[in-house]
């Protein structure tokens, strides 16, 4: 068996062939990284009759001194079949050790553990323990069963499945949810398909969040539309929809206090508690809608044309839609855009048959005190599952030059601290 360098073609041939392939294994990401300071390698094991046997892209530090490597996702390889991934090890580790890279770290899709809305477990990889046992004996060294967000890439994520019709899919959301979805159309919130010149809605709402630029953007939009693979979303308050709302909103709850107030009159009874506490439950309400009635002149004054209020990045891999980034404005986070946004995508990739929407990342479900657990309870009132993945692995290539960069890194945090 012999470890080449694979064109994008061979690359990509052999991923189609793969059951479990992530995004983040596709020539697409590798144009995208090596915009990003970045050496991309496409490498395949080869046997005697030319026929690929597992391949993996890997990403190279460009600049600098001491070489360190990664595989988003992992390998693309059955890390069951514990020879082929001994000799694929093996050939990794020479063809880095002759480039001079210090040691690759893997974050493999690698499913451990998967759990419901309630968090219960419902399943548990048989083979988890036999290859976590072989990656080890091999070399890897596993960094630990991160909480939060300390991995490559999320250690937890939320999948929707997608296999039973919509209607269903919106029964099943969580009711607080279903709530805010209908509250955020009600109020003039509307799902747009953007593209590229309306990109820079997304970077505005996430520039805080993530550590990317605006090219970035660009760049993944640019790669995955040359597969017809990438979809862009916002979502806008239609502030003439909204006013119009609470203008109504309002008169019908006006209409109700007066009648309220001449049953109190004709009762010729000021005690009558039923009555009485009617009439303070709608004049609260009324302020409430009188509060909300200003508030939606004063937007339709400022932003006549609406406001944008959420936005996402979607990567179509084969059957799966993939949440790569999303945002939204905190300003108008009361409108619940993002609630119906995801349920929009979710309609639509259930009606365009894929099969998962996968939300991306969460955090550990069980952890106490878990900073994140808005986010888990959002993305998980979709009836999502949980699904609990391996998390890092370090493999050293080079072990004089590895003991050197750790030396470095070391003095790098003295100097931090």
Same mark, same amino acid.
Request: aromatic share 14%; charged share 25%; hydrophobic share 35%.
């Given at each position: 068996m012999l470890?080449k360098e ?9 991923r189609n ?7 983040y294994?596709?020539v697409?990401?590798?144009?995208v990284?090596? +915009?990003?300071?970045f050496?991309?390698?496409? &490498? !395949?094991l080869?046997?005697?009759?030319n026929?690929i @046997?597992?391949? #993996? %892209?890997?990403?190279?530090e ?5 070489k360190y490597?990664?595989?988003p996702?992992g390998f693309l390889?059955?890390y069951?079949?514990?020879?082929l991934?001994?000799i694929?090890t ?19 899709s690698?499913?451990?553990t ?7 477990i ?7 323990d +036999?290859i976590f046992?072989?990656?080890?004996? &091999? !070399?890897?060294?596993?960094l630990?069963?991160?909480? @939060?967000?300390? #991995? %490559?890439?999320p ?9 039973v ?15 805010k979805?209908?509250?955020a ?14 990109l ?11 550590p990317r ?6 760049e ?5 539309s040359?597969?017809n ?7 806008k308050?239609?502030t003439?929809?909204?006013l119009?709302r609470f ?9 109700l206090?007066?009648?309220i107030t ?10 009558n508690?039923?009555?009485t506490t009617r ?10 809608y009188?509060k909300q009635?200003?508030k939606a002149?004063n937007?339709?004054?400022?932003y006549p044309e609406?406001v944008?209020t959420?936005?996402?990045l ?6 799966e839609?993939?949440?790569l980034?999303?945002?939204?404005d905190?300003k108008?986070k ?16 259930s009606?365009f048959?894929f ?33 609990e ?6 493999l ?10 750790k ?7 003295m100097?931090r601290?």
């Amino acid at each position: 068996m012999l470890l080449k360098e694979l064109t994008n073609e061979e690359f990509t041939k052999f991923r189609n062939s793969f059951n479990i392939k992530s995004l983040y294994q596709s020539v697409e990401y590798a144009n995208v990284m090596s +915009n990003q300071d970045f050496e991309t390698l496409l &490498l !395949g094991l080869i046997d005697e009759n030319n026929n690929i @046997l597992a391949a #993996s %892209l890997i990403l190279v530090e460009k600049n600098a001194k001491l070489k360190y490597s990664y595989a988003p996702r992992g390998f693309l390889i059955n890390y069951n079949d514990f020879y082929l991934l001994k000799i694929f090890t093996e050939e990794i580790k020479k063809y880095l050790s002759r480039k001079n890279i210090v040691a690759i770290k893997i974050c493999p899709s690698i499913t451990k553990t998967t759990y419901d809305i309630k968090y219960n477990i419902t399943m548990h990889n048989n083979y988890y323990d +036999n290859i976590f046992y072989n990656l080890s004996n &091999l !070399g890897y060294k596993h960094l630990g069963y991160s909480n @939060l967000f300390e #991995s %490559l890439k999320p250690r937890y994520e939320a999948i929707i499945k997608l296999n039973v019709p919509y209607y269903i899919l919106f029964k099943n959301i969580r009711k607080e949810i279903r709530t805010k979805i209908r509250g955020a159309s009600s109020n003039g919130v509307k799902v747009y398909k953007g593209d590229l010149s309306t990109l820079n809605y997304l970077y505005l709402q996430t520039k805080g969040k993530y550590p990317r630029d605006l090219d970035y953007y660009k760049e993944i939009y640019l790669q995955f539309s040359k597969t017809n693979s990438v979809e862009f979303f916002y979502t806008k308050l239609d502030t003439k929809t909204y006013l119009t709302r609470f203008q109504n909103l309002f008169q019908k709850q006006e209409e109700l206090c007066n009648e309220i107030t001449n049953d109190l009159i004709r009762s010729n009874n000021p005690n009558n508690k039923g009555l009485t506490t009617r009439k303070m439950e709608a004049d609260f309400k009324l302020n409430y809608y009188k509060k909300q009635l200003i508030k939606a002149t004063n937007m339709l004054r400022d932003y006549p044309e609406g406001v944008i209020t959420s936005s996402a990045l979607v990567i179509k891999n084969n059957d799966e839609a993939f949440l790569l980034i999303d945002g939204y404005d905190s300003k108008y986070k009361i409108f619940n855009s993002k609630h119906l946004l995801i349920w929009k995508l979710c309609e639509r990739y259930s009606n365009f048959g894929f099969k998962e929407f996968n939300l991306g990342g969460i955090t550990n479900i069980n952890l106490d005190n878990n900073p994140y657990n808005g986010l888990n309870k959002f993305k998980l009132g979709f009836n999502s599952i949980a699904n609990e993945y391996m998390g890092d692995l370090e493999l050293i290539t080079n072990n004089t030059l590895y003991f050197m960069y750790k030396n470095s890194k070391d003095l790098k945090n003295m100097f931090r601290r």
